[in-house]
């Protein structure tokens, strides 16, 4: 019994070496991450924008000579210098829309027109909402005061969602030159991407994971993010040089609209008619309207050349992941979100598919 005893002491010996090891290493991994959590969406975004833009330095290489350094600094500052403009007029458009609607309701000229008669007879909401709507057009103070915890909480969320916009666009700026860094050292970084996966995946099958990775990556950031970010700056420019009230919220709508895969129409058409509405037909309204419509169908001509050269994402992963990106982490999260689920999506149906093979194979 003696030796068995031994053997069974050695045993938990080694087990519990495991367990405090696998203890350190958890409680290591939960540090790095608590510290690296504030950097997450930024390094992604700077990540993602790496691999989406490495292709133009590598098609520069050649006239511009080798040195990946120098052709990477030029792509960010030619970047930062196009995107620079039109990023601060629709800043600027947004804040003077918050500003213009906050001196509206503050000077009391705003009036609320009465509910139609038929609104009543809706079911269920009709009367409570005729009699909202009545007191609104009649007694806007009033029916404010009984409001006003509610209207507080809508009204901090809306400015901490603006201010949660103009930071998006300045980390937007900062991920660009992040991104020139990793550019400036991209084949170091695909060899790391391809260990990595090799080392998780196996090293048959770990090429063919970051392959899978960049696919997807460069597939939906060009495809879906990057159409509708050129179809917001084009139909926002127009709407701010026209003068459009709320030009910039509209651009925004623009852009959600464009990675949700809708139509731009649903906000040019309505746009187009307030402004013949108001200003009447003339050459300025007939060209600033064959303009924007023709912004707004920009995708149509992009999304061919752009879209489907990598990988297939069904629309609606595309939907939550701008959705669900916008919720967690605001407006970078709209660009983020798209692509980590596509990513996700695309590695979990290569597992699916990736049967093992009979004889006891074993897959990722």
Known sequence: MEPTSLSEKALTRTLLDVLIRAGLIAVLVLFCFEIFAPFRDLMLW????AITLYPLLERLKGPLGQKEGRIATLIIVLA???????????????ADSVEHSMSVVKDGVFHIPPPAESIADWPLVGKPLSAVWLQASTDLPGLTEMYIPQIKHISLTLLSKLAGVGMGFLMFIIALIIAGIFMAYGKEGSRSAIQIASRVGGPAKGPKIAALCTATIRAVALGVVGIAFIQMLLVGLGFVFKGVPGAGLLALAVLLLGIMQ?????????????????????????????YVFVAGLVDNVLKP????????????????GALGGMVTSGIIGLFIGPVVLAVGYQLFWQWVQDRPQEGGGQSL
């Open 262 to 290: 809708l139509p731009a129409t649903l906000i040019t058409l309505p746009v187009i008619a307030f402004v013949f509405a108001t200003e009447g037909a003339n050459t300025a309204t007939i060209v600033f309207a064959i």
């Open 46 to 49: 700077s990540l993602i924008l």
């Open 305 to 320: 050349l752009l879209l489907g050269r990598g990988v297939d994402v069904p629309m609606p992963v595309v939907l939550i």
């Open 80 to 94: 930062i210098l196009i995107l620079m403009v039109p990023i601060y007029l629709l800043g600027t458009s947004i």
